[in-house]
């Protein structure tokens, strides 16, 4: 036993409805992108071809989700809002069923008896209902308050939320800044977006139209409305089956989707958009398999662009591991994603990946005395490069083994950090090019446009979601690409905090411009790079942690090949 704080003993009691209903609301739906995710599902299940998200500011205020559905009859509509109702397990005599053996196997994505208390719990919910009926139904919580009157509407389903989170103070001061948790939003629908291409969906953003898709049940339409013709037209469907054991147990597990180019990527896997049974959630094991059946396609550091479905029998994934559903535990998990990674390797071995792209030499600039600095490498002498990729120096008796890349992701990575102190190296772009954003990203790049300014990027807003970029940063001279303002959004838009934000934002700036794989470089360039390598605070490894430097001792050489050291001097 305890005591409370007017110091009274306090036992164990059964909170009252309401209390539990806020617990479980704050399990279920923490942030505005929440809420929308519950609703998209139940769009779905409900057999929905046109879903519209409307969302004024970051979501709190307003979320709207109206769908063409089957929509609900009054009765059902009001058990709807109630706790612990579902009309998603069991059939037509589903009061005879077992529900947790149907939970086991059910097929859909949601339990609309699960998410609708749970966000009115957290605000005012107002659902607006016809199941084809001659009148629809409205019914209202607010305040724990039900009401249910007559509506107009056409067959399908509208659910309004507002002031979300207005009741939790806590909950709401927990959430990111209005254009951030836009970003959450916008990337929830574009998952689904992705994912479920047989359904047209809108995404509608303080009266303007974000992205729209046709819902025609082509992947690359799908693509095209979220992202843009480059990444829709430089990638490849697919569809595999593959069979998958466990404990004697064999079955069909179906691979699809699309996969952009090698020649089309990005600095994360937050790119890669993975479902199991129709469900879009960003799972790791997925993302990792993809990654691998793409293979040494990819630029060392770079993920790529892609949509991968995952089907198997229900009973095959459980979608319950998680209160807010951002987990799915499959069965035979290893076998399946192998089964992935192996769809992906086929598909793209028969793909045509053919590119072309002009690499920039000129390292006049980009090798100039980084400070006065002594260098820890001033001694060093290089004496050679090996297949493009490594410089071999002799210094104090050592073999040194220098990584060009990685070595030059260094420079870079010190330069841009020092240049935000002061007046950033930038490179106009004339003309002005246009690169066309992600949702997420559109709205990263509003909020954060003062912090790309102050690492050398000038860009602008030109309407349905891309931006002119008129000025990009150079680094010694060497300038990134226009189309590197991605990464740079995807940095600041995933960093926990906005200084990791920032930090890994630099980090893959520093790699845009850096020597790649093959570039021969003559003698006194290789020697410039191990000079300003030296310079560097860390010269040791580059920004994302490899190495930069290996060392072969004499010794090492001396028992390899059984001969006596050599005496200098």
Same mark, same amino acid.
């Given at each position: 036993?305890?005591?409370?704080?007017?110091?009274?003993?306090?036992?164990?009691?059964?909170?009252?409805?309401?209390?539990?209903?806020?617990?479980?609301?704050?399990?279920?739906?923490?942030?505005?992108?929440?809420?929308?995710?519950? @609703?998209?599902?139940?769009?779905?299940?409900?057999?929905?071809?046109?879903?519209?998200?409307?969302?004024?500011?970051?979501?709190?205020?307003?979320?709207?989700?109206?769908?063409?559905?089957?929509?609900?009859?009054?009765?059902?509509?009001?058990?709807?809002?109630?706790?612990?109702?579902?009309?998603?397990?069991?059939?037509?005599?589903?009061?005879?069923?077992?529900?947790?053996?149907?939970?086991?196997?059910?097929?859909?994505?949601?339990?609309?008896?699960?998410?609708?208390?749970?966000?009115? #719990?957290?605000?005012?919910?107002?659902?607006?209902?016809?199941?084809?009926?001659?009148?629809?139904?409205?019914?209202?919580?607010?305040?724990?308050?039900?009401?249910?009157?007559?509506?107009?509407?056409?067959?399908?389903?509208?659910?309004?939320?507002?002031?979300?989170?207005?009741?939790?103070? #806590?909950?709401?001061?927990?959430?990111?800044?209005?254009? #951030?948790?836009?970003?959450?939003?916008?990337?929830a629908v574009s998952r689904y977006a992705l994912v479920h291409p047989e359904v047209a969906f809108t995404l509608v953003h303080d009266g303007s139209e974000v992205f729209t898709t046709p819902g025609s049940g082509a992947d690359a339409d799908a693509v095209l409305g979220v992202y843009d013709r480059d990444v829709a037209g430089q990638s490849t469907t697919f569809e595999a089956e593959r069979t998958v054991e466990d404990d004697g147990e064999s079955v069909t597990v179906t691979v699809d989707g699309l996969l952009a180019y090698p020649s089309v990527t990005r600095a994360r896997r937050d790119h890669v958009y993975?479902?199991?049974?129709?469900?879009?959630?960003?799972?790791?094991?997925?993302?990792?398999?993809?990654?691998?059946?793409?293979?040494?396609?990819?630029?060392?550091?770079?993920?790529?662009?892609?949509?991968?479905?995952?089907? @198997?029998?229900?009973?095959?994934?459980?979608?319950?591991?998680?209160? =807010?559903?951002?987990?799915?535990?499959?069965?035979?998990?290893?076998?399946?994603?192998?089964?992935?990674?192996?769809?992906?390797?086929?598909?793209?071995?028969?793909?045509?990946?053919?590119?072309?792209?002009?690499?920039?030499?000129?390292?006049?600039?980009?090798?100039?005395?980084?400070? /006065?600095?002594?260098?820890?490498?001033?001694?060093?002498?290089?004496?050679?490069?090996?297949?493009?990729?490594?410089?071999?120096?002799?210094?104090?008796?050592?073999?040194?083994?220098?990584?060009?890349?990685?070595?030059? /992701?260094?420079?870079?990575?010190?330069?841009?950090?020092?240049?935000?102190?002061?007046?950033?190296?930038? =490179?106009?772009?004339?003309?002005?090019?246009?690169?066309?954003?992600?949702?997420? @990203?559109?709205?990263?790049?509003?909020?954060?446009? /003062?912090?790309?300014?102050?690492?050398?990027?000038?860009?602008?807003?030109?309407?349905?979601?891309?931006?002119?970029?008129?000025?990009?940063?150079?680094?010694?001279?060497?300038?990134?690409?226009?189309?590197?303002?991605?990464?740079?959004?995807?940095?600041?838009?995933?960093?926990?905090?906005?200084?990791?934000?920032?930090? /890994?934002?630099?980090?893959? @700036?520093?790699?845009?411009?850096?020597?790649?794989?093959?570039?021969?470089?003559?003698?006194?360039?290789?020697?410039?790079?191990?000079?300003?390598?030296?310079?560097?605070?860390?010269?040791?490894?580059?920004?994302?942690?490899?190495?930069?430097?290996?060392?072969?001792?004499?010794?090492?050489?001396?028992?390899?090949?059984?001969?006596?050291?050599?005496?200098?001097?």
């Amino acid at each position: 036993m305890t005591e409370d704080s007017t110091g009274t003993e306090a036992g164990v009691r059964r909170l009252d409805d309401e209390t539990v209903a806020r617990i479980a609301a704050g399990e279920v739906v923490t942030r505005p992108e929440d809420a929308v995710v519950e @609703l998209l599902e139940n769009a779905i299940d409900a057999g929905s071809t046109r879903v519209t998200v409307t969302v004024e500011g970051d979501g709190t205020d307003l979320l709207r989700v109206r769908d063409d559905g089957r929509g609900m009859s009054e009765s059902d509509a009001a058990l709807a809002v109630e706790r612990h109702t579902t009309s998603k397990l069991g059939g037509a005599d589903r009061a005879s069923s077992d529900p947790a053996d149907a939970l086991e196997t059910v097929e859909t994505l949601g339990f609309r008896g699960e998410a609708l208390p749970s966000i009115a #719990a957290a605000g005012t919910l107002e659902l607006v209902t016809n199941d084809g009926g001659p009148r629809g139904t409205r019914v209202r919580v607010e305040g724990g308050e039900k009401t249910v009157t007559a509506a107009g509407r056409a067959r399908g389903t509208t659910v309004e939320v507002r002031d979300l989170f207005a009741e939790m103070p #806590a909950r709401r001061r927990s959430l990111a800044s209005s254009r #951030a948790e836009f970003a959450r939003v916008s990337d929830a629908v574009s998952r689904y977006a992705l994912v479920h291409p047989e359904v047209a969906f809108t995404l509608v953003h303080d009266g303007s139209e974000v992205f729209t898709t046709p819902g025609s049940g082509a992947d690359a339409d799908a693509v095209l409305g979220v992202y843009d013709r480059d990444v829709a037209g430089q990638s490849t469907t697919f569809e595999a089956e593959r069979t998958v054991e466990d404990d004697g147990e064999s079955v069909t597990v179906t691979v699809d989707g699309l996969l952009a180019y090698p020649s089309v990527t990005r600095a994360r896997r937050d790119h890669v958009y993975t479902a199991v049974n129709g469900r879009a959630f960003p799972s790791n094991a997925l993302r990792r398999a993809v990654v691998e059946g793409y293979g040494d396609l990819l630029p060392d550091g770079r993920a790529p662009v892609a949509v991968v479905r995952v089907s @198997l029998p229900p009973s095959w994934a459980d979608h319950n591991v998680h209160p =807010a559903k951002r987990e799915v535990r499959l069965r035979a998990g290893a076998a399946v994603t192998e089964a992935v990674r192996d769809a992906v390797a086929e598909a793209l071995a028969t793909a045509d990946l053919r590119r072309s792209g002009e690499l920039d030499l000129d390292l006049e600039r980009s090798l100039e005395p980084l400070s /006065e600095t002594e260098s820890e490498f001033e001694d060093a002498t290089v004496i050679g490069q090996y297949r493009g990729l490594y410089l071999l120096c002799e210094s104090d008796g050592e073999l040194l083994v220098v990584d060009q890349h990685a070595a030059h /992701e260094r420079v870079n990575y010190e330069r841009l950090r020092a240049a935000t102190e002061g007046a950033p190296d930038s =490179a106009a772009v004339d003309p002005p090019a246009t690169v066309s954003l992600s949702p997420a @990203l559109a709205a990263t790049a509003a909020e954060r446009r /003062e912090e790309l300014a102050a690492l050398g990027y000038d860009i602008d807003p030109f309407g349905g979601g891309t931006v002119r970029v008129a000025a990009v940063p150079a680094p010694m001279g060497r300038a990134a690409s226009p189309e590197s303002v991605r990464d740079a959004l995807d940095a600041l838009a995933n960093g926990e905090t906005p200084d990791a934000g920032r930090e /890994e934002m630099l980090k893959d @700036l520093a790699c845009h411009p850096s020597l790649k794989a093959g570039e021969e470089l003559s003698d006194e360039d290789a020697a410039a790079l191990v000079e300003r390598l030296g310079e560097c605070e860390r010269p040791y490894a580059c920004p994302h942690g490899r190495p930069t430097v290996l060392t072969i001792d004499e010794e090492t050489l001396v028992r390899g090949f059984g001969r006596r050291a050599t005496r200098m001097g």
